[in-house]
């Protein structure tokens, strides 16, 4: 076994060791009830973060695709998963949650899917800023449109209608424009929040391991050069981002079926920089790092309940000097020499070597 | 003559976005870079004048200078704090650190001015309207649309005519050949952050003149349909910011009053995209060679 490959081995046995870990002492809590309410409460929307910042992290840390519509996807998933639940629950009077629960979450990564194949064919011809702009459009589309979609149920039949409340009379209402999706029957539970989690992390850390792993970390690192090896840069570029809206809108349904009601505003422009903060605060391409930035940043406000206010404030400055701290070199230069001392201590084997050349291009 | 009345509120409204956009378009020519906090000066210019007005009880043009002043000071400090310290990195930590500006902002409005709206005070700039047979407009919006023309027409002087406008241009064109021919650019980009930051000032006080409510986020939503209005006319480009920005205000009434108010927004992004389909630079945009 080659180095490289048991470094990589390592890591992914840490990611999910310490995901079943938690996973098990937060079931023994529950089980003991020696866990809190307010973060029992909270159990379902972490994993759903988890997955959502995972899912981005594939498309900017890997891809290196700057994506600020992520919460769209997480919309139409929370909106296919309220009306899929729904419509089973009328039209088959299916109880068996679990059931309904899965084909909920199936249904929406595959719409959120569809949907991110449908957006992602003109925007990844874009590049860079543009991109960026381009899927803020989108996301800023997707909420628009969800504003004034009216879904109802009568006989088994889902009835849809847009702009105005154009549906037969009787019919029970599961979306309702400006209302949101309405009536849920809350269903998320946190084991299936853990298995989407684990889910998620099989199919990305596999897949950031892969051929095309590599591929897409190439186009990210160099295009042209990427290009003229022979990867297909769209080809790739579109895997990522297709995969990442699959999970996102597979996280928007277990979030949306754990509470009674969705409504658009929840899924804003804020909503995806507030996952860009886990991605970035966890660590572009560090799949660990956005599991724990996005628990951590997700339990933190709860606990500084009293700080709430400040907390955008905090955010804000902790965002820009991780940026600075990481990006300028100078400060590059001062951390490397703190630093040193304690790379050291893990540097066994080899005597430390004189870098050729610097570290960093510039 | 509804049509008319359409068109009129549509080029007011497209003359803000034209100003908003100079100020994303000038800074993105020459420090590459999209200034995201860019609507949120515009919110605290808008605040700024509404102080003087409504507190300090300070004439409407010393009002409109103050939030200058202060719009321009902060820009430049923003541009030294938070993005000068970047100029070698990658344009994905730029853009993060500008959205992290923008949230900063936001929250520091929040903490001065509270969460409630607050309803500008348009007394002194509504007072008549002309009457132009059935046709009339308001005050508010001539002067919008006049302060628009003015200000392109200046800084087109300013960027063809003046030295530092030349320097401005040499920057954007190429920043190494620059600095060997003796530009300072750091002083070059916190000029245009200067100039950007005060033409945000203007932006604000118009906008708010037109929709006097101002709260924390207001400047968000106009930075955003701003930007894409930049993006839309070719971002780098003055004349393409313009052209952009009355465009887009234009589709934006059209698209609410003949299409739907509620989608008004997702209209102006979908034409947007659109336009970036078929022109990847925007309208007036140059597209980009790639070189190895």
Redesign the interface.
Known sequence: MTKAKRKRLIYNLITFGLVVAAFFILQNMIAAKTISRSLKGQLVPICAWIVMAVSLNLV?GFS?E?SLGHAGFMSVGAYTGAIVSGWLLEAFNMEDPVIRLALAILCAGIIAGIVGALIGI?VL??R???L???T???G??IR??V??LYVGVLDGKLHFSF?NKDLPEGVTMLVDGAKGAVKIKPISTFTAGFILVMITLVVVLNLVNSRTGRAIQATRDNR??AESMGVSVTKYKMTAFVTAAVLAGMAGALYGLNSSTVVPTQFT?NQS?NV?VFV?LGG?GNVLGSVISATFLTVLPEVLREFA??R??V???V??LV??F??????RAIANRLFAPVKALFRRKKPAQPEIGGGDA? | MIFLDHLINGLSLGSIYAIIALGYTMV?GIAKM?NFAHGDVIMVGAYIAFCGLQYWGVPPVLAILLAMVVCTMLGITIEGL?YR??R??????????A???S??L???A??IWGANPKSFPTTFINSASLHLGKLSISSATLITIGVSVVIMVALTLFTARTKLGKAMRCVSEDRGAAELMGINVNRTISVTFAIGSALAAIAGVLLCSSYPILQPTTG?MPG?KA??AA?FGG?GSIPGAMLGGVLLGVIEIFGKAYI?T??G??IV??V??IV??FK?AGLLGKPMR?K?
């Open positions: 900017i290196g700057l003109p011809r874009l860079g800023d543009y960026a702009i381009v803020l459009a989108f800023e589309i628009n449109l504003n004034v702009l042209i050069a422009f920089i860009l970035v572009l206010d400040y955008m404030l955010y804000a400055v965002l820009i940026m600075i990481t990006n300028n070199p100078t400060t510039q | 993105y999209l938070a310290p970047l070698q990195a990658t344009s994905l930590a730029v853009l993060i650190t959205i992290g500006m949230y900063l936001q929250n520091i929040l903490m968000s955003i930007f894409t993006v971002i739907s509620e989608l927004d997702a992004f979908a947007l995209i970036l389909l990847p790639e190895v």
